[in-house]
């Protein structure tokens, strides 16, 4: 118990907890002013927000703690929007639920249990899988490259090597087209039958996200910017530029044969943007 008060109590431990906390909900690089903010909180017990104030007033106390991440103006200014050192990439395997989520992934009545097979050799990362006690990540790694000359870091980028970065938009493309099938790379084993887009015949269930009775009768024109417009909203926040919504809608209209197919490639195109794989809003460099 003296040993476990001491490391709990040890002036370390509040600033160490907090950026970990910060960089796990959100962003990689916090300033040391709101690596400070919460910390106070942590070692206080108690956050206010205008009148109101979360926690007991305990040292520890995490709900106080985690207050004061999602309230701090570096978690909500949309200010930060222009400061390419915001916002983190997100995990591997936050992606693909965000993609089973909102496009309203559901299983296959002969399939009430649904199995995600050998994500932590697919794709980096599994539940309750972590290699170590430290979990998936490194807070402190930085990737070759931009974020390394810049002295910044991101800690979910020490899982993305290319065999997963491959296995992951491999999963994500077979879940979109064959539904949660083993065609071509999926997630899971499923059962006996053909790989053919849009059957799902070896699917344990299938994304039901598709168009309402009344827009289906609308023109491909007004399909592509309600779709697209909706799938940015869920699928990225809304963060998806104008530049990747203009490409996803031609490529919507493309498709000549019917709307299902046409979501499909939306889909696709989305699963593939930059703002789907970060949580902060992409600039094109021109380069």
């Known amino acids: 118990e003296a040993g476990l008060d001491h490391y709990f109590y040890h002036p370390n431990t509040a600033p160490f907890v907090s950026l970990r906390l910060i960089q796990r909900l959100v962003t990689s690089n916090p300033s040391p002013r709101y690596i400070k903010e919460v910390a106070r909180a942590f070692k206080t017990g108690s956050y206010s927000f205008g009148a109101k104030v979360f926690g007991s007033g305990s040292y520890g106390d995490l709900g106080a703690a985690v207050a004061a991440i999602f309230l701090d103006r570096e978690a909500r200014s949309v200010a930060l929007d222009a400061d390419a050192s915001h916002g983190s990439l997100r995990e591997p395997i936050l992606k693909v639920v965000a993609l089973m989520r909102s496009m309203e992934f559901d299983a296959l ?93 070896r699917a344990t269930g299938i994304l039901e996200y598709g168009l309402s009775g009344s827009e289906v009768e609308t023109s491909r024109e007004l399909q592509a910017d309600t779709v697209v417009d909706e799938m940015a909203t869920l699928m990225t926040a809304g963060r998806l530029s104008e530049q990747s919504r203009q490409i996803i809608k031609e490529a919507y209209n493309s498709v000549s044969s019917d709307s299902a197919a046409a979501i499909r490639v939306a889909q696709q195109l989305i699963v593939s943007s930059p703002e789907f794989h970060t949580t902060n809003p992409n600039f094109f460099s021109s380069r």
């Open 109 to 201: 009545p002969h399939e009430p249990v649904i199995q995600l097979l050998d994500m932590d050799e697919k794709i980096g990362q599994m539940p309750h899988a972590s290699p170590t006690v430290f979990s998936f990540f490194l807070p402190e790694f930085s990737p070759q490259g931009t974020l390394e000359d810049g002295t910044l870091v991101g800690p979910e980028a020490s899982v993305l090597d290319m065999p997963r970065i491959v296995g992951l938009l491999d999963g994500l493309f077979s879940m979109i087209k064959y539904g949660l099938a083993p065609c071509y790379n999926g997630f899971t084993d499923g059962n006996g039958g053909g790989c053919n887009e849009g059957t799902y015949e």
